[in-house]
Structure formats: C-alpha cells, structure tokens
C-alpha cells in the first residue's frame, strides 16, 4: 500500500513559548504557596513542562520532517521555520535539495552483442517524503539500483553506432537520454523521486575490442570519403567532356574520350600529385 505525503497542523513556535512560560509562571507561583496538595500538582505540572520542550522544533530550508505517532503516519511539516508539535511523535528529516547521482561505469551488451562501457549523470529529487520514508527502505539505494538497471536495460536496446538516421547509443544521445528519464521517472515513482534530468556522462567500447572497432570505423570513414570522391570526380569529366562538346573547342572519338577520362580521373582521386606528360606532336 503506497503512502502518500500530507501536511500536518503545526503550531507556531513563538506562540507555543508564550504559552510554555505563562505556564512555567503558574508553576512557580503554585510552588511558592508552600502547599502540600499544590505541592504534588506543580511537581507534574513540572515535569509536563520538561517534556513538552520536546515539541519545539526547527525546520530548516528544503528540508522536511516527517512525523509518526505509535507507527502511524500523522503528516509531514515543510515550511520552514519554528514549530510546536505532539512531543510524543517521533521525527525524521528528508532533504528536498536537488541532488546529482552519478552511476559506475557498467559493461553490458549492445543490441549487437559488442560489449560497451556506459555511464550516466541523474540529476534528482525528493517530491513525496512519505513515499521516501515508508515506501522503500533506502530511497537513496533505490535511485542508484534503478539508475543502473535502467541504463543497462536501454543499452540492450539499442547498437552502438548505426547509419545516418537510425537510433544508435553514439549518434543520438539526447533521444537516448529522454528515453532514459521517462523510464525512470516511472521506477522512481514509487520512492517519491521526481527526475530533472539524465545525460550520458561515459560511453565507449570495452578496451577488449576497442581497437578493432576504431578499424572498422576508420575504414567505413575512408570508404565513404573515396565514394564522395570518386563521384565528385566523374561530374567533374562529365562537365568537362560536355565543354568541349558545346564550344566546339575538339571532337573527341569514342577511344580519345575514354581515354581522357581515364587520365582525368586518375589525376582528380590520386592521393598524391600526379606528373603530367606533354605531348608535343599531333593529337593523334
């Protein structure tokens, strides 16, 4: 059964001494009659008084105090400040400051298999102090054990690296990351834990297969850079080819034009500078 926070009725401090010390005033006089009957009354009415300086508490800032009488739940006091409260209910402080969990580094499986390293920054919370208190036994345990399963469970879900437009870990971390808050968001519910925000704080390879991964990568980053070359290249002795055509410049037959772009394209997608040959005789 899920608890849910409520205010409680405290009494103002300062009104509450007032009273204590018209109170204490009474005592005294009482004593000073020299009575014995009176004698008994101001003797409980000391102790009363002794005991009731129990009910005087001090709230300090974003904090809250959660009060239960013989087990039960009676309220929770948030207002900051000075209060008087039943002195027979025991007391326990929550902080409501916004706080920063920041998780291990967890190797776990991608999507794909490979293993990855992953980490996390929560930034946290606490929104409901009885679910905090009653609810779970440690509501700080509780964040740190959610945290970590979730992240493990959204590292499952999706590859590491993946092509221009899919969901991958690397290439859409702030997706990733609202996805991860929404999910613990609900587990955290139950704790009475209100998420702000999740960012990825670690993310990479685990070391043992690290260097092959940065292979592939390169490799598919050469791959792509050659294929945007190579076709650069070929508009580039296309237009030229159509030049010559359109300015009637030279006329070209089918073994001279092959023959041209090979040439051109050998110049344009060489790594290194080419040496031209002059020709100095006929074109053909």
């Known amino acids: 059964m899920e608890t849910r926070e409520r205010k409680i009725g405290a009494l103002g401090g300062g009104v509450m001494l007032i009273v204590w010390l018209a109170l204490a005033a009474g005592t005294a006089y009482l004593f000073s009659l020299e009575n014995t ?23 300090q800032p974003n904090n ?15 207002e900051n400040g000075w209060y008087f409260i039943n002195p027979l209910t025991s007391r326990k402080t ?17 999507i794909e298999g490979n293993p ?10 606490v929104v409901d102090s009885a679910r905090a208190s009653f609810d779970v036994e440690n509501y700080e345990k509780f964040v740190g054990i959610q945290t970590e399963t979730a992240l493990r469970h959204l590292a499952s879900r999706y590859p590491y690296d993946a092509p221009t437009g899919e ?33 990825l704080s670690h993310l990479a390879y685990a070391p043992e297969i690290a260097a092959a991964m940065l292979q592939r990568q390169q490799a598919g980053a050469i791959t792509a850079a050659r294929a945007q070359i190579v076709a650069g290249a070929v508009g580039m002795v296309q237009m030229a080819l159509e030049q010559l055509e359109r300015d009637n410049i030279v006329h070209l037959d089918d073994e001279r034009k092959a023959q041209m772009v090979s040439n051109l394209l050998v110049v344009l ?11 100095a005789g006929s074109l053909y």
């Open 37 to 59: 009957l009176l004698f008994a009354v101001c003797i409980v009415l000391t102790l009363v008084l002794a005991f009731g300086l129990i009910g005087f508490i001090i709230v």
């Open 64 to 78: 809250a105090m959660v009060l239960t009488l013989f087990g039960r739940y009676v309220g929770t006091q948030r």
């Open 94 to 110: 929550i902080s409501l400051r916004i706080r920063n969990f920041n998780s291990e580094h967890q190797k776990v499986n991608d």
């Open 116 to 125: 990855i390293e992953i980490a996390a920054v929560i930034v946290w919370r």
């Open 167 to 199: 969901l991958s870990l690397r290439g859409s971390a702030d997706e990733l990351a609202k996805a991860l808050e929404v999910e613990l968001t609900e587990r955290l519910l139950h704790a009475g834990v209100s998420v702000l925000e999740v960012r």
């Open 269 to 279: 997608t060489s790594e290194r500078g080419t040496q031209p040959v002059v020709n």
